[in-house]
Nanobody
Framework: QVRLVESGGGLVQPGGSLRLSCAASGFFFNLYAMSWYRQAPGKERELVARIRSGGGSRNYADSVRGRFTVSRDDTSYTMYLQMNSLKPEDTAVYYC??????????WGQGTQVTVSS
């Protein structure tokens, strides 16, 4: 079955960096776009970044563009999110997402990122 497992979250000071990972299994990862979402307390889940199959096309939310970089390793079925210059407003639970060809969404369990001094 489909499985998405995020890791790499934690507590970091403003201006710091973190690298999140999403390990995928149960589907042909290399054929599909993958996404990172986040959800802060009291807010709706929002799209942070998306990377197309092959890694050639990447899209970012305006709030993270220039600070975050999404990448993927198709040999290990892993997606990454490098987060630099972190701000307190980046505090959220970060989720890995795959949408299958019929439009069903699959999510990981999430990883907490807290940016605070």
């Amino acid at each position: 079955q489909v499985r998405l497992v995020e890791s790499g979250g934690g507590l970091v000071q403003p201006g710091g960096s973190l690298r999140l990972s999403c390990a995928a299994s149960g589907f042909f990862f290399n054929l599909y776009a993958m996404s990172w979402y986040r959800q802060a307390p009291g807010k709706e889940r929002e799209l942070v970044a998306r990377i197309r199959s092959g890694g050639g096309s990447r899209n970012y939310a305006d709030s993270v563009r220039g600070r975050f970089t999404v990448s993927r390793d198709d040999t290990s079925y892993t997606m990454y999110l490098q987060m630099n210059s972190l701000k307190p407003e980046d505090t959220a639970v970060y989720y890995c997402n795959w949408r299958d060809p019929i439009g069903d969404d699959y999510w990981g369990q999430g990883t907490q990122v807290t940016v605070s001094s």
